[in-house]
């Protein structure tokens, strides 16, 4: 089965779920092996495949399988570690906004939100979605009681990465997402703002939630990030405070990013998830 397909104006495209599964041979990469080194040899196999296809057509892509990669790598360590959280992997805002996971009281809360932002003043509230939330294990055991490990790559189980955050749909209460990570196989200058900017939304979003529901002492909700290779002026620039938390003399500053993580292959993956997904 081939992973390219030709787009009507005859442009190569690649098909990237097609493409992961069969250039990983079905299975997961070796725990030590660079991921991007990995995904440079999946770019050269494709080229030579079919040489039409652009950079910018496999850039596209990377992404991907970045996160496919990490998604798969996350959910083993869950089912291997019975108390570790599970991160979940997200679509983009355009199609299910993260707000949604929560029940129907606090979704509702953030609609209100929405709107007196609007009717108040000329601006909206917009947001995207982290590229992972990371879930409360005592949820996940309701919701899914009975995960099984991801050892074969194929369509069905990157459907099934895909689209796992459905089954969390209105499901959670306040103290049920413990946080989000922003993924990025590299970190380009307009990538660390645009991860502090979500990180500090996040944030504020959930304090007002804290808020409205007048809870105190609250757990406090994280947000991390990750790429294939972080540099000292990446960790610089992501020490950002978190706008809401400077707002009052009476909150302590908050971190919009808690921590930086490089994460390159699965065995450093498995090292970030310990440290990160256990309560």
């Known amino acids: 089965m081939t992973y390219i397909r030709i787009l009507k104006d005859g442009k190569s495209q690649v098909i990237k779920d097609l ?3 069969s250039l990983l041979n079905n299975t997961l990469p070796d725990q030590d092996k660079s991921i991007r080194e990995l995904i440079s040899e999946f770019d050269k196999a494709i080229q030579l495949t079919d040489p039409s296809v652009t950079k910018d057509a496999l850039n596209n892509v990377h992404g991907d399988w970045y996160e496919w990669l990490l998604a798969i790598a996350a959910w083993n360590y869950c089912v291997d570690n019975e108390h570790a959280n599970l991160v979940l992997l997200t679509p983009n805002i355009s199609q299910f ?11 509702g809360l953030i609609l209100d939100l929405r709107q007196k932002v609007l009717l108040s003043s000329s601006v909206q509230l917009i947001s995207s979605n982290p590229d992972f939330v990371i879930i409360d294990r005592s949820l996940v055991n309701k919701i899914i009681p009975n995960l099984t490990k991801i050892t074969t790559i194929d369509q069905n ?11 969390f749909e209105g499901e959670c209460d306040f103290d049920d997402i413990i946080g989000y990570i922003s993924v990025k196989t590299s970190f380009r200058p307009d990538r660390r703002l645009q991860i502090s900017h979500e990180g500090s939304l996040m ?17 406090g909700i994280k947000y ?9 002026p990446d960790r610089l620039s992501l020490k950002t405070v978190a706008t809401h938390s400077i707002t009052s003399v009476q909150s302590i500053p908050q971190a919009a990013v ?4 490089e994460v390159d292959t699965m065995r450093q993956a498995q090292i970030v998830f310990e440290r990160i997904l256990n309560p």
């Open 19 to 21: 493409a992961f599964s």
């Open 97 to 107: 906004t993260i707000a949604k996971l929560y029940n129907e009281k606090l979704y």
């Open 157 to 167: 189980e990157i459907i099934k990465i895909d689209q796992a955050h459905r089954a």
């Open 203 to 219: 944030k504020a979003i959930y304090t007002h939630l804290q808020t409205r529901e007048w809870i105190l002492n609250p757990k």
């Open 224 to 232: 991390y990030a990750m790429a294939t290779k972080v540099g000292l």
């Open 258 to 261: 808690d921590d930086v993580f």
